[in-house]
């Protein structure tokens, strides 16, 4: 399953960078009523016995094991371990994507030299090098680093390429016209018109690094949560490998919303966050 | 200064202090289907402290004379010198206020930080840089604004946040491209006066870029018509309008009337293909 999970996914539409779109008030209680049908469903499902027999513990059994587990100082820990695989990953992913995709992105020499090759590279799935990144890196967390990265990367320069893009002539030639030189043409001018690009480079690269993070783990055997779920597996724990899965999903879902608000209040500015959040 | 601007086009070059000339200047792109020849000879003079407005029809290259003299493009022959020094790139002495304020403003930076940022890139010293910010806008009438962004603001307003980011980086040509094109008529018409009294409390050459003839004859000392494409110098009129200028007042007079009606014949010249203005009273 998580195979096909770090297969990169598609491309944002370089059209609209942050897909933010304001939610009317009205509309609140549907995805409440979504919520609520399947807790019931992941409650009842379990109960009456129709998948996987004893194998499915119902939620409520898991949502208690999860809560008996975040008391206990080891969940912390690989909590720590597979945040730190993912945080370093996608600091490096995001800074080499960023200064990668500034430099090919003003270059059209390079943008062209390059081309070719970040489209053969890139849809490379992470998962597939697990093999050859233990063989060169070992079973140390830096492979975990290193899948992250590789990952990571093309996220975001693919994002930085279409931002650096975005530049309107206009802006441009007035830069110019004021003798911005090539380092205050990149400050002032392409480093805000790529940032809401990066932002959803960063953001998809933030979840893809979460998912290789728990792979890693998983394959490899690196202490973290990918590895606390198959020990629990192994030891026939199901309820504790069910709670430790729900909390792999309650991360994905904070990862994405500390992403947004950042988003939200670093491009107050752009026309996509100033229709969210009204005229101000 | 008025016996020199009257020259007709070929005669000899005037001695008095030209900020700008322009000679030979040619500009020939290439395309798909073969070179195009956008301009094809223009040569004139700005003498230092002139408002000249520089008029023509549709694609008579307007906008490409203005980005050879911003040095936003090279020409292909000819040349554009500024304050003695040949242009080839964008001159210290030259500020740009261009038609699209929306797209020339930065919308991630407050109308503030848009009037610094040349002052900025100029290395300004940053309590100078705060003193002429604030002049600037209040000279635009924007002092309390200065918080804001662009997107903030009404399209005259932003226009007039472009015109002090130029003003404050103090130019000696203040270039300006079809700028009120997109506002509507009575923004237009105070953004004009606005423009009128920069020019004449700060004493800047400034060269006007329109298609409007009314506007022309309105703002400026002295009206250059364009002809079609190629491009050269078709008419070259001097506008002995008074200095000061009201918006009812001068446009009803009977010798605005006359200049009006010189430079549109001028036009319709231009767009009847004609290379030198057919015989008219001045």
């Not at chain 1, 995805?31 to 499902?45: R, S, Y």
């Not at chain 1, 909590?79 to 600091?91: C, I």
């Not at chain 2, 953004?191 to 409390?201: A, G, I, N, T, Y």
Request: proline share 7%.
């Amino acid at each position: 399953m998580t195979l096909l999970d770090s297969a990169p996914p598609s491309v944002a539409d370089p059209a609209s960078p942050t897909p933010t779109r304001p939610r009317r008030a009205g509309s609140l209680r549907a995805p409440l009523v979504g919520i609520a049908v399947t807790l019931v469903l992941a409650e009842l499902l379990p109960r009456a016995g129709l998948i996987g027999g004893d194998a499915l513990p119902p939620l409520s059994s898991v949502v208690a094991e999860l809560v008996r587990q975040l008391g206990d100082s080891t969940l912390w820990e690989a909590l720590g371990q597979t945040m730190r695989t993912w945080a370093v990953g996608l600091v490096l992913a995001v800074t080499g994507g960023v200064v990668v995709g500034v430099l090919i992105g003003l270059a059209p020499v390079l943008r062209e030299l390059t081309a070719s090759t970040v489209e053969f590279l890139r849809p490379i799935p992470s998962v597939a090098l697990i093999p050859a990144v233990i063989l060169l890196f070992g079973t140390g967390y830096q492979s975990g680093v290193v899948l992250i990265v590789y990952a990571g990367f093309w996220q975001v320069l693919v994002q930085v390429l279409y931002g650096v893009q975005d530049i309107d002539p206009v802006a441009e030639e007035t830069a110019r016209s004021y003798h911005a030189g090539p380092w205050a043409l990149v400050r002032h001018l392409v480093w805000p018109t790529a940032l809401p690009f990066v932002f959803t480079g960063v953001r998809l690269a933030a979840s893809v690094a979460l998912v290789l993070a728990i792979t890693g783990e998983l394959v490899i055997g690196t202490p973290g949560i990918g590895s606390a779920i198959a020990v629990a597996q192994s030891s026939g724990a199901t309820t504790v490998t069910f709670a430790l899965v729900v909390l792999t999903g309650v991360l994905g879902v904070l990862v994405n919303v500390a992403f947004r608000a950042a988003e939200r209040s670093l491009l107050s500015w752009h026309p996509s966050v100033r229709r969210a959040g009204g005229a101000r | 200064m008025t016996a020199d601007t009257t020259a007709v086009i070929g005669s000899p070059r005037s001695t008095v202090d030209s900020i700008v000339r322009v000679t030979g200047l040619k500009k020939v792109y290439e395309s798909n289907r073969g070179p195009v020849e956008a301009i094809g000879d223009i040569t004139f003079d700005v003498p230092r402290g002139q408002f000249a407005c520089i008029v023509g029809p549709s694609g008579a290259g307007k906008t490409t004379l203005l980005k050879c003299l911003a040095g936003l493009l090279s020409p292909t022959a000819g040349e554009v010198v500024l304050e003695g020094e040949r242009v080839d790139g964008p001159p210290r002495g030259m500020a740009v206020v261009f038609q699209e304020y929306g797209r020339s403003l930065f919308p991630w930076k407050t109308v503030q930080q848009n009037v610094e940022l040349p002052l900025r890139l100029k290395k300004t010293p940053r309590d100078q840089r705060e003193h002429k910010v604030a002049e600037a806008l209040t000279a635009v009438g924007l002092a309390d604004r200065g918080h804001a962004f662009p997107w903030q603001l009404s399209g005259g307003m932003q226009q007039r946040v472009a015109i002090a980011r130029a003003i404050a980086y103090e130019p000696h040509v203040l270039l300006m491209d079809e700028p009120f094109a997109a506002v509507d008529a009575q923004t237009r018409a105070d953004l004009e006066d606005l423009v009128r009294s920069l020019w004449q409390d700060l004493g800047v050459t400034t060269l006007f870029v329109t298609h409007d003839v009314d506007e022309a004859v309105y703002l400026g000392e002295r009206v250059l018509v364009l002809s079609a494409s190629p491009t050269c110098v078709l008419d070259d009129i001097t506008v002995d309008l008074p200095a000061d200028r009201e918006q009812v007042d001068t446009r009803s007079s009977a010798r605005f009337a006359a200049l009006r009606t010189r430079v549109h014949r001028g036009i319709q010249d231009a767009k009847a293909g004609r290379r030198t203005p057919s015989e008219q009273p001045a």
